[in-house]
């Protein structure tokens, strides 16, 4: 087999932990895989790369940036390879400049184009262990670029797609994904299997787990990702394409996030182009807007509710305060003591009822909605923040999260 | 004009340092010069790595510590070219392989083999400040590769020769090379100029201003260095080919070096084959051997002196003591507590009477003479570490270094 295995920074974050990671490395090829490992820079690397680059100017250029930062991940390469060499196996570093991982010209955010395979290939067929730098590539000036957030999880991914892995195993401190928060509800269990679709969802919902974008290239080129722990041997969580729909689960699991802030603009008029204006000049200023809900209230006039990331509502707010003249905002509100509480499934579509049940437990513990946004495979509900805990656990028991479902037994 | 600027690691050692940096290259470019600047790693940044290292292992192979090491560079071109940025003029950094720096296979201690000119001449066209890794450079299989000692130096020198550059300056915390150490003899003078042979045997025996192999690339490619301190604008000295051989000066500096230790192998059959046979030996332990000086004592033995630095002493003795019966040592003698003292000119090859005034000025100090070995350039000896220093102001004196001289006026 050919087994791609990903290291965060914490598991690689202090030299007895680069040992440990050695050691599950060579195991592995041991048993007969070859193995392609990535991993991020080491535990606080980063942030004191970013601190002593604060102290030279606050004004860094992007492309100055990604030199700066990928020299984070060579030193955790170099050291696991050091680590893997001191246990007898042939290892070899490879840089994403080495390897030949192509991507756009995004400074600190790039995406991934293409991955070469030659060098990989070449290496591998001389029975080394490939240790290769996450989050980080190349343009096609030659520079150096980063993946931003979730790259090393990205560029695993993007290894397993290229070399035809059989396996993409991403190591966390958690033993795999759960139902739901198992610091919330303790009753929490982990699945052994859960589609990309509801991966999707629960990562963009902040199971923070796996990061959306890998998880999207994973689905793109069906590589079976299996999240698991470093600290033991216990199988994780495969994700995967569902084999048999009728199968799949109504609800895999319920995610809360709480860095939720929601805004309303009341009196909007009820002209075309009016979200596009809104919307363009909060993407323009790179704020993510999660829910947006419009409710026609009179015939001329709308109330437009969104919600943004409780870190970019004071941006928010700037734009909102910047265009409520020209757009014809009569007034607008805030209210940053909010969650988000949604329950995810790939089941959910085919059965009709999964609304008004979660519509239900939450009533019946008097949890008020301010929003409500449904997809196929989730729906999503606006609580207050004080009650977001209360009502996980509510919705955990309500579709049984914590009893083995029938349908999970088909990994 | 084409001006190649290299800083050392202590230049760029802090964050307003690496500022101050950036305004004399900023500086430099605004009197209408283009510039490439080669940087060190910052301060303690490789003593760090090599501590992180150790913690994970005793036995780092050679590649993947130069895939750790080369990222001190990467780190301080990156913050350099932020600094360069601040102040309003277009910068790039350029690691050793974005330039294609391309060296030998012989890693922590490669050699430069070419230098590719296209990305260099592409963005200094385009109007850039280039600020290039010192140290590194890649092989043929892509692997980085770092230069060892001096290896900053001579990745300056190796530039300005492929770009054909005017001159390349060296920027030091001293303001150029003296005719002795100012802490032994303060009447010391700065030289304003120096050939590169006379450069060549004063960077040999301690100077510690240039390092020997940048001397000799800047030789062959007659490359003017200019030395200078990176705390003034005064003009340092220029390293140059000496353009009228009779006016060299006879003795342009002394020099002294204590890391030195003496080894006596005594009754040493005088056959072929007997000094290769213990010089091979020590060679193959990486043991620099300095002077050896054989003196025939009867018909059928030798005695043979030899140095080494200080540092390989005990390696030393461990081999001398392992080959012994082999070669026919019959005993053998060790002295740490000595100093090498040198005389170097230009002009000593025409002017037969430098090596009696030598040993005539150390007389009259009462300074034994261990050793004596000359060159065309220079003559070097060995006396007690304790009397080096009076040594070096005898002979400075004696040669008249205090004074102007009048050759010295070519610069």
Known sequence: MLVIQKFGGSSVGKPERIRRVAKRVVDTKRQGNDVVVVVSAMGDTTDELLE????????????EMDMLLSTGEQISISLLSMAINDLGEKVKSLTGAQVGIRTDNVHTKARIVDVDRDRMQKELAGGNILVVAGFQGINDANDITTLGRGGSDTTAVALAAALNADVCEIFTD????????????????????????????????????????????????????HVRSSFNHNPGTLVKEVENMEKAMVVTGVAHDINVARIGLFDVPDKPGIAWQIFRSLAGENINVDMIIQSAMRDDINDISFTVGRTDLRKTLEIVEKIKDEVNIKSYSHDEDVAKVSIVGAGMVTNPGV?????????????????????????????KSTQAEKAVRALHKKFNLDQEQPCDCCS
Chains 1, 2 share one sequence.
């Open 52 to 63: 002593l680059m604060y102290k030279v100017t606050d004004n860094p250029p992007k492309r």
């Open 174 to 225: 958690v033993d795999g994904v759960y139902t739901t928060d198992p610091r919330v509800v303790p009753e929490a269990r982990k699945l052994n299997t859960i589609t990309y679709d509801e991966m999707l969802e629960l990562a963009h919902l902040g199971a923070q787990v796996l990061h959306p974008r890998s998880v999207e290239c994973a689905k793109i080129y069906g590589i079976p990702i």
């Open 355 to 383: 609304a008004s049940l979660m519509f239900e437990a939450l009533a019946q513990e008097s949890i008020n909605l301010e929003m409500i946004s449904t997809s196929e495979i989730k729906i999503s509900c606006i609580v």
